[in-house]
């Protein structure tokens, strides 16, 4: 049982190599050159920490508000409890209704995707995101100025359902296709983790398409940037203004591009942000030591359930940082909110520490701290 901060730091930032697979009913095309990178993973795996991971899902997994006050689930946090952090293999411990478990392993499968589009496709963090639309359809879009991509993102606790996920991602393929949209890559990954330390697996897979037609776009990079903000003011807890940033958003993409209250409202119902110094920058997020938001009327149902659930807990309570870097934060101040580059590779990388504890920064300036109280 991990009981200090040493020992959760190595199990965060050990890394995991899952095996890969190419389904066999929806083989990689020969002839399409996006898919180079991945012809091998069959021999050397796909290799990620618990850290990323849990980073991914805590941010491209935040609901968008529904009010000013609709909170997220702090799925990180979460993911300490249920995932066995030092098992061999990545897998989930504990018992939890259907209801839990099934949204937690689709979370899962959504944070792997994100995590292998932005290795293998080198797409900018703030352009993966939910494909806008109607009718059968895959769940993500990205372009990394070459490739038009789109991703279906399955995940299971069960090994026997990854072929189930692959005939359903094959559907909506073709629904895609059915309505004369088509793109570079059209790709479907399907992550299995399971209980007890049992060997977790990824299947990939892109069946032959016939014809290429005129891609379908709705939105920009500009307002995919924005619905990732939202997301993001999510996963630092600010609700209030990832609400102002949805509206936004929705008036950008209709082309009024009105100006909405700006960020700094957040303060007077939420308190001054925590300020953290790393590496000289300054990040502002709040700390947070429950996952479930016990005031969240979308989470009220589950809320009442929760007891019912045998999540395993640990012998010292955990807590978890979620925040972003202060130059980031003050962009969404302006007049066009969240205009900035995305940090570079070396940027993230110069933050390896906060005093005694492990930290993650993504390109999109968020910061993850887990700590053991």
């Known amino acids: 049982m991990i009981t200090n901060q040493a020992e959760l ?15 066999e009913i929806g083989p990689l095309p020969q002839d399409n050159q996006a898919y180079n990178d991945l012809r091998n993973l069959p021999q050397i795996g796909f290799e990620f920490t618990p850290r990323e991971l849990l980073h991914a899902i805590g941010c491209k997994t935040a609901a968008l508000p529904a009010s000013l006050t609709d909170e997220c689930l702090k799925s990180a946090l979460l993911y300490t409890h249920i995932l066995d952090l030092e098992s061999d293999h990545l897998s989930f411990q504990g018992e939890y209704g259907s209801d839990l478990q099934t949204a937690r392993s689709q979370e899962i499968g959504i944070g792997i995707m994100c995590l292998f589009a932005g290795r293998y496709f080198n797409i900018p963090w703030d352009q993966l995101g939910p494909l806008p639309g109607r009718g059968k359809r895959f769940d993500y879009r990205g372009t990394n100025g070459h490739f038009d991509c789109i991703f279906e993102a399955k995940g299971t606790s069960h090994l026997g359902y990854q072929t189930k996920q692959i005939n359903d991602g094959l559907e909506k393929k073709d629904a895609h296709h059915n309505r004369g949209e088509s793109f570079d890559v059209e790709l479907i990954v399907s992550s299995f983790v399971g209980h007890n330390g049992g060997l977790p697996r990824i299947i990939i897979a892109d069946p032959e398409k016939s014809t290429l037609k005129e891609l379908y776009k709705k939105g920009d990079n500009r307002y995919h940037r924005l619905k990732h903000y939202c997301r993001v003011l999510q996963f630092v807890g600010l609700p209030r203004a990832a609400y102002q940033l949805n509206a936004y958003a929705r008036e950008y993409l209709a082309g009024k591009q009105s100006i909405y209250k700006t960020i700094l409202d957040e303060k007077k119902d939420r308190g001054f942000l925590k300020s953290l110094i790393i590496e000289g920058d300054e990040f502002l997020g709040r ?17 009442e359930r929760i007891k019912l659930f045998k999540i395993p807990q640990v012998s010292e309570k955990r807590k978890i940082f979620q925040g972003m870097r202060r130059d980031v934060y003050e962009s969404g101040l302006t007049d066009k909110p969240f205009s900035e580059p995305l940090l570079s590779r070396d940027e993230t990388k110069k933050y ?16 993850m701290i887990i700590q053991q109280q």
Request: glycine letters at 4%; a positive charge.
């Open 9 to 23: 730091d190595q199990c965060l930032d050990r890394s995991h190599i899952i095996s890969v697979e190419i389904s």
């Open 287 to 303: 700390w947070f030591d429950s996952w479930l938001p016990k005031e969240s009327k979308r989470y009220k149902k589950l809320y």
């Open 352 to 367: 390896k520490r906060f005093l005694q504890f492990g930290i993650s920064v993504f390109a999109d300036g968020t910061l």
